[in-house]
């Protein structure tokens, strides 16, 4: 099956949104979406991980954690112990910020990364570091204004902010990460043409897609020139701790509590189906953050943080992420060495040294969104590039995931893409 056929698509995203309005037009009550509606986009990794459950295929596209090493028994007899004991307050509505344990749990996960400083009253629980971006687009941003990004970036947030409407400015980066000049060049120019800045989101650890690492020397430049120009930083970290080899790198928050709102997530040290992260909040700002977040949830589920507490508490979780470093450092050591043998000149790639993902880049002119189609034929999927830019334009890169397949699935994935590459590097 191809991926036109799996998705019903052929088209660019532009064109999706296009055909949406014009479809949507013929059918009753269109009149009454809003224009934010139709920024909200079809996530092509969703479109992707939907075709990645076809049997056969290897997907390299999904960046799921791994959760075999979960102590399930262990957890199974937690919950039951929590809903025959606890049930009338886990089954209960809860307190907005989220339930104190939790935050101060939360605290103790954060002083491991080398924030020391956080206070649980400064924190909110969310339904994952994805409704803390939609959040503060929301808390932050009117239509029009400016928020940077990395280039590349997380496709969800892209899609969190675009539905406010905003001006997304994509900031270059090199292998070590967003380049502080470029940063300051691109504020420059667009406050030269009278645009308003709202802040800057980043994952400076491990960035989705790509992979890539803020160096540590050019963390306090990026918060630097942010304060300057009174700009707020977001901090989206879900992978800082998964540091193949010492030490996590210390986050952007860790010195600078008034400029960065940081979002740190349970899926990547814990499980994401129980849909929990956090934002630690500069105190300024708490407030009208923390009535955006219950305004939308009421509170986060108090069943699911009473078992991610008990889970903090009670099991060794950081034996496990110690476990887990080692688990993807394999993986990517992997992926490294398949790519190594079977891409063709031309070709290169980044060499992560954390999270989940591998960012390929092929000749410039290239477009790796068709070769999907080619891809899955061949029997592997990965995402294209174009994705993980705000404007979909054509991408001459893709992202592979390593974090949930075997070392021989991605031999056998890396063997299976590698002609269809070559046949796009040699068109
Ligand atoms: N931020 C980044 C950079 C991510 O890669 C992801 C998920 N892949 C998220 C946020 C979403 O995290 P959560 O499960 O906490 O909503």
Known sequence: MTFEETTGSTLTPEAQVALDRATDSAHRHHDLLSDRAFHIKQSAVRDVFDISIQPGLISLAGGSPYLQSLPLDGLADTAADIIRNHGLEALQYGPGQGLQELRELACEVMAAEGILDADPSDIVITTGSQSAQDVAAKVFCNPGDVVLCEDPTYVGALNAFEAYEVDLQPVPMDSDGLIPEALEERIRALKDAGKRIKFLYTIPSFNNPSGITLAAERRSAVVRICRENNILVLEDNPYGMLRFDGEPLVPLRADHPEDVLYLGSFS???????????????????????????????????????????????????????????????RCAAMLRALDEQMPDGVSWTVPDGGFFIWVSLPEGTDTYPLLTEAIEAGVVFIPGAAFTPDDAPSAQLRLAFSAVSPEEIAEGVRRLAPVIRRAVEA
């Open 268 to 330: 990547k040290i814990f499980a994401p189906g129980l849909r929990l992260g956090w934002a630690l909040v500069p105190k300024h700002l708490f407030r009208r953050f923390y009535l955006a977040c219950e305004a939308v949830v009421l509170c986060p589920s108090p069943l699911t943080q009473m078992i991610t507490a008990a889970y903090l508490r009670d099991f060794d979780w950081m034996g496990r992420v110690r476990a887990s470093r080692t688990f993807y450092a394999e």
